[in-house]
C-alpha cells in the first residue's frame, strides 16, 4: 500500500455540555483530522491532542507543524506491507506520539478499507460487543453532578468515572456513595494530588471505588509504586504509560493494577497492542481511555476494545453524550445494557460523513499533491 498523500484538517465540534478537569473546562473540541490517500483509498485519523499543552506537552498546533513538517515527509511516497511498519518510519522524530498516532491508525483503517475487512479483526480484536462506562466532569455543584449520574445510569453505562482534585473529591464521593452505595464506581484526578496528599488519598478507600485514576505526577511511575502499597483502591495509570516499556516497568514495580490505554497517548494501534499484551502476560486488565473524540477517533477506540484483555468498561460511549451531531454515521449507539455492538463492515465499520465535515473545517491542507 503506496501513501501518495494526506489531508490535514482543523474542525471545531462544540460539545453539548462543558466538561471540566483538574486541567480546566472546554466547551467545544478542536480536533485534528487527517486523511491518509493511499491508491484511490482512504483511512481517517484524529490527533488527539488538546488545544493547549496541559493532559500532555504536546498540543493541537505542535501537532499539526509536526505532521506538515516531519511525518508526513517521513511517509508519503513510502510503499509498506503492513501498518505497523509506519511506526519505524516516523521513529527518528522523538515524541509527538498523539501526531503519530493520528497517521498510523489513518493507515490501519486504510489497510482495512483496502482488504475489505474490519478493523478490529486487522487488529486481532476478539469481542463482538465492548461494555461501556462514561466520564463525567467536575460540574458546578455536587447536585448537578448526582443529576447527571442519574441520567447515565439510566443510560444504562456500567462504570461511572467521576474527575477529582482537591476541593472536589471526598464530600463529591461520599454523596454518591451515600445515593448508590452498589454501583461501579473510579475517580480520575489526573496528577492532581502529591505524596504530600498521603492521609488524605488514604480516605478514598472508604468508598469502595474500582480504581483512582493517576493521582499523583502525570510522568510518575516510582512514588505511585509507594503510594499503591498505602492504598487498598486500586491505582490505575494513565498519562505515565508511553510506551509497552513503561507499563512492564509500572507492572513489575507494583505501581498500579490496572492500567488505561489511550491509543493518541501511547503513540498508534502497535503499540497499544504492546502495552495491551504486557498486561495480559502479567494479569493486569486494562480499558479504553477517551479525549473527546469525534467518531472518528471513537470509532477507532472501539476497534481496540475489542482486543481481548479489554476487559472492564471504558470510556467509549455514545454520540449523544457529547455531540449534536456527529462526524460518522451512523452515529455510535450504546444499548440498554451499557454495550456497544461490533459493527463487520469494512475499515472502521461507520461512515465518514465528509460534506459535514467540510462544513466544519477552519483549515484545510494537503500534502504530496501538486
Known amino acids: 500500500m503506496k501513501i ?9 465540534l462544540p460539545l453539548v455540555h462543558f466538561f471540566e478537569t483538574s486541567f480546566g473546562r472546554v466547551d467545544e473540541r478542536l480536533a485534528l483530522l487527517v486523511t491518509l490517500h493511499c491508491e484511490g483509498v482512504d483511512g481517517w485519523g484524529e ?11 504536546e498540543w493541537f498546533d505542535s501537532a499539526w507543524v509536526t505532521i506538515r513538517s516531519f511525518l508526513a515527509p517521513a511517509l508519503i511516497g513510502q510503499e509498506l506491507k503492513e501498518p505497523a511498519e509506519s511506526a519505524s518510519l516516523m521513529r527518528k522524530v522523538r515524541g509527538h506520539r498523539m501526531a503519530k498516532a493520528a497517521l498510523e491508525n489513518a493507515i490501519w483503517e486504510a489497510e482495512a478499507n483496502q482488504k ?29 453532578l448526582l443529576e447527571k449520574i442519574q441520567v447515565e445510569l439510566g443510560a444504562g453505562y456500567r462504570r461511572i468515572k467521576v474527575k477529582v482534585k482537591p476541593g472536589w473529591d471526598l464530600k463529591v464521593l461520599e454523596r454518591i456513595r451515600g445515593r448508590w452505595p452498589d454501583i461501579v464506581v473510579s475517580c480520575d484526578a489526573n496528577s ?3 505524596m504530600n496528599d498521603l492521609e488524605h488519598l488514604r480516605k478514598f478507600d472508604e468508598f469502595g471505588l474500582l480504581m483512582i485514576e493517576q493521582p499523583l505526577w502525570n510522568d510518575d511511575i516510582y512514588y505511585h509504586s509507594q503510594l499503591q502499597r498505602e492504598l487498598r483502591t486500586a491505582i490505575c495509570l494513565d498519562e505515565a504509560i508511553h510506551h509497552a516499556r513503561h507499563a512492564a516497568q509500572a507492572v513489575e514495580t507494583g ?12 503513540g498508534g494501534f502497535s503499540e497499544a497492542k504492546k ?14 481511555g477517551g479525549m473527546l473524540e469525534s467518531g ?22 455514545a454520540s449523544r453524550r457529547y455531540w449534536k451531531e456527529d462526524i ?15 459493527r463487520d463492515l469494512p475499515g472502521s465499520g461507520y461512515s465518514v460523513r465528509e460534506d459535514l465535515i467540510e462544513k466544519l473545517t477552519r483549515r484545510k491542507e494537503t500534502l504530496g499533491r501538486g
Not at 119 to 139: A, D, F
Not at 255 to 266: D, E, H, L, T
Not at 283 to 288: A, E, L, Q, R
Open 328 to 342: 460518522i454515521e451512523p452515529e455510535v449507539e450504546v444499548s440498554p445494557h451499557g454495550m456497544i455492538a461490533i
Open 4 to 12: 501518495e498523500a494526506i489531508t490535514l484538517r482543523e474542525i471545531h
Open 116 to 144: 475489505q475487512v474490519p478493523l478490529w479483526k486487522l487488529l486481532g480484536g476478539t469481542r463482538r460487543e465492548i461494555p461501556c462506562g462514561v466520564s463525567i466532569g467536575i460540574q458546578d455543584s455536587i447536585d448537578q
Open 192 to 194: 492532581a494530588y502529591t
Open 47 to 57: 490527533c488527539v491532542a488538546d488545544a493547549g499543552p496541559f493532559y500532555s506537552s
Open 296 to 317: 472518528i477517533g471513537r470509532a477507532h477506540n472501539i476497534a481496540l476494545s475489542t482486543l481481548p484483555n479489554f476487559s472492564l468498561p471504558g470510556d467509549v460511549s
Open 255 to 266: 505501581a498500579c493494577r490496572i492500567i488505561n490505554i489511550k491509543v493518541g497517548r501511547v
Open 275 to 288: 502495552v495491551h499484551d504486557v498486561c495480559a502476560a502479567h494479569g493486569i486488565p486494562v480499558w479504553c
